[in-house]
């Protein structure tokens, strides 16, 4: 059984693009959260989508936008990259019914230059 | 939320036990404990949770106290594959719904052969 798998493992970036990450939940869960984590900081929670619609947001900018697709997988863009946008992105899935424990990821180590 | 404090950075030794705290004096009667461990290069992993019973699993104890205003962690037997940042997070218990993880910095754990 798979567990959460993200897409791509590294990436770099520059000032003012665009980024797509990935990811895939564990087998059974429709539920995807989103976190970012800065250097020598706890993770932050950035969205959670949940049945293709966001239902939770953390307090992060409208350049930081999801998506959710009918397989579950999902998808984190951020727009207008800042030098501070760089950090580990991860990503956790859990079932639907919520107040379950989380899974996450190895991360996307994004690096805006 | 209600907010953890947990000791930035612990040392122990290997084959001695553990005890992680975690203080969490503003907890609702409606807050799961919750504990998550970040390895090196890795997403974080769940540990445990409880909420006012002791609790123990293959992997960690959680003694939480009669006032539920702290906690604390116990690895009865630390192995170097312990070392990590260990992170204390409460959790709304009833409903489901959204359920995004607040993560503090976390116990930087570091074990001495």
């Known amino acids: 059984d798979a567990g959460v798998t993200q897409s791509p493992t590294h990436l770099i970036k520059t000032r003012g693009q665009q980024v797509t990450l990935r990811c895939s939940p564990k087998s059974g869960h429709d539920t995807v959260s989103w976190y970012q984590q800065a250097l020598g900081q706890g993770p932050q929670f950035i969205f959670q989508y949940y049945e293709e619609e966001e239902r939770q947001r953390g307090n992060f900018p409208d350049r930081f936008s999801g998506h959710q697709f009918p397989n579950y997988s999902s998808e984190l863009n951020v727009n207008a990259l800042l030098l501070g946008d760089s950090a580990l992105y991860l990503c956790?899935?859990?079932?639907?019914?919520?107040?379950?424990?989380?899974?996450f990821g190895p991360g996307t180590r994004l690096l805006v230059l | 939320d209600a907010k953890t404090t947990q000791p930035n950075s612990m040392e122990s030794n290997e084959e001695e036990p553990v005890h992680l705290p975690c203080n969490h004096s503003t907890i609702s009667g409606t807050d799961y404990i919750h504990w998550y461990r970040q390895l090196p290069s890795q997403g974080p992993e769940y540990v445990i949770h409880?909420?006012?019973s002791n609790v123990n699993n293959r992997m960690a104890s959680l003694a939480i106290a009669e006032d539920r205003k702290s906690s604390t962690l116990i690895l009865h037997r630390a192995t170097l594959r312990d070392a990590a940042v260990y992170y204390c997070i409460l959790r709304v218990l009833l409903g489901g719904g959204a359920d995004g993880l607040t993560f503090g910095k976390g116990t930087h754990l570091i074990i001495q052969p």
């Open positions: 409880g909420l006012t």
């Open positions: 956790a899935s859990s079932p639907g019914t919520g107040r379950e424990t989380q899974y």
